[in-house]
């Protein structure tokens, strides 16, 4: 189950308190249940897949062929439809749903969301230029970028050269964000630090990528405690 992703709402920020009397900024994640809505096979397409289907929609919304996939499925409408690649679909059945217990076992997530749109951005905001000097004949280009192009070879700006421009408003993906704790009653996620995003921005969450070894913070607290049990064979 853990090849397979969560859509969420992100509410907002607040902070953990442990033992220890350390405090952890942690951000709140709504979660959304995910339906099983078509399970692909290799026999039929060529490849092994899960389509979900997250959150609600108005039936109005929709357009005559997917009202029409919605019947043929027999299942409410979704508002946001994913495929996802597994190695097994024999666990998978049409109309099943599933939650936050997916990530019962995982200790580290992948993060995807899109970030706050920030509008038109110079180049020392959007790309942290130092700008110009601020006297010896400078004049009213203090924050331009300097520079852009060449001589008659090439004679053009190339591709990709950091200007200002649109900044923000773009998706990112952070990995390796801790699972602080989860709240299965409410489907609240709770999450290590900041995660890209204003309130209420969508946010896709699977499980780590890469193979984390480190310690999460109440591993590191119980490892501090036994340290402290342990007598220091220097002080005999």
Do not use: C, W
Not at 82 to 108: H, M, S
Not at 170 to 189: A, P
Request: aromatic fraction near 6%; avoid cysteine.
């Amino acid at each position: 189950m853990s090849e397979l992703a969560l859509i969420g709402k992100k509410i907002g920020m607040t902070r953990e308190f442990y033992k220890s009397g350390q405090s952890i900024p942690v951000t709140v994640v709504k979660m959304e249940k995910a339906r099983v809505i078509q399970v692909i096979n290799k026999e039929k397409h060529g490849y092994n897949a899960v389509q979900l289907g997250y959150g609600k929609i108005k039936n109005s919304k929709l357009t005559k062929a997917m009202k029409g996939f919605y019947t043929k499925k027999n299942t409410e409408p979704k508002k946001i439809l994913k495929e996802f690649r597994v190695t097994n679909t024999e666990k998978f059945k049409e109309g099943n749903e599933f939650g936050l217990e997916i990530f019962k076992e995982v200790k580290f997530v992948d993060i995807r969301s899109k970030t706050i749109g920030k509008g038109f951005g110079g180049a020392m905001k959007r790309h942290n230029f130092s700008g110009l000097r601020a006297t010896h004949g400078v004049s009213v280009s203090h924050r331009s970028h300097g520079s852009t192009g060449q001589r008659q070879d090439p004679g053009k700006v190339f591709k990709n050269k950091k200007m200002a421009g649109h900044m923000g408003d773009k998706l990112r993906t952070i990995q390796n964000i801790e699972i602080v704790k989860s709240d299965l009653e409410n489907n609240l996620l709770y999450l290590k630090g900041s995660i890209p995003g204003s309130k209420n921005t969508e946010v896709l969450v699977k499980k780590s990528a890469k193979n984390i070894k480190k310690l999460t913070i109440l591993e590191k607290i119980e490892a501090a405690e036994k340290a402290k049990k342990i007598p220091d064979k220097k002080k005999k």
